[in-house]
């Protein structure tokens, strides 16, 4: 179970990795459940027009072709890490629960009560990152573990969006990560608690994310895959 990974730094890697702006306010270098994050998603129709002429304005300015509308237009959201269910009654559910909701078993998300709604209104979006915490138990003790691209490049993992609004209009805007089975994973294998069946988060491949961003749900299903064990690296976190 992911729970913590680290955000993009510099900040410029936002636009030069995913074309989309930086953040409007600064995001931790660490996140954890319930701390506030972003995400990629297909901008929503008005966000996406807003865009779209943005976009094309910079291009008349610098006398450039407009840009191609075939691929979804992205937006970067900020939101919460630990998904809040759209079912939720209150603010205080809403916090007891997201902790528990940073991970969505691909294989159930159909099903479950908690996802079910976001992956079938094809809510789907990319969580940028440079890299994911794992606890390797194999000495015995949880020493904490940093998995990132051998590259050094960030990875954009599958995830899922929802907005949650409160009787007193409270709107919660959160996200959770995608898993899949790692017990056979060369490296991914290695960690998690014994006994317990190992995840790891849904890496997307480059040049995948407006596919998986805009295929119907039916189809999403094909990008729930692990990510190859040799384009990945594993490091003890120094304390």
Not at 7 to 31: N, Q
Not at 205 to 228: H, I, Q, V
Request: proline share 6%; with cysteine.
């Amino acid at each position: 179970m992911s729970t913590q990974y680290e955000s993009l730094h510099p900040a410029t890697l936002y636009p030069d990795a995913y074309h989309v702006a930086a953040p409007a306010s600064p995001v931790g270098r660490k996140v954890w459940p319930r701390q506030p994050g972003v995400f990629i998603r297909a901008a929503l129709a008005a966000e996406a027009q807003e865009i779209a002429e943005i976009e094309e304005e910079v291009a008349e300015a610098a006398d450039a072709d407009k840009p191609a509308r075939e691929a979804p237009v992205r937006e970067l959201v900020a939101g919460q890490f630990g998904l809040v269910p759209r079912w939720v009654k209150s603010a205080s559910d809403a916090k007891l629960r997201s902790t528990k909701l940073v991970n969505a078993r691909s294989e159930t998300v159909t099903t479950s009560n908690n996802f079910r709604d976001a992956w079938l209104a094809g809510q789907r979006c990319i969580v940028p990152m440079m890299a994911f915490m794992e606890d390797d138990w194999r000495s015995g003790k949880a020493v904490s573990t940093r998995i990132a691209r051998v590259d050094g490049k960030p990875m954009g993992v599958a995830g899922l969006w929802e907005s949650w609004t409160g009787a007193d209009g409270e709107v919660i805007i959160s996200y959770t990560l995608l898993t899949v089975n790692a017990n056979s994973h060369a490296l991914m294998s290695r960690y998690q608690q014994p006994g317990n069946e190992k995840r790891m988060v849904a890496i997307l491949n480059e040049g995948a994310s407006d596919a998986w961003l805009s295929a119907r749900p039916e189809k999403a299903r094909e990008f729930m895959r692990a990510y190859p064990a040799n384009w990945l690296t594993a490091n003890p976190v120094e304390k």
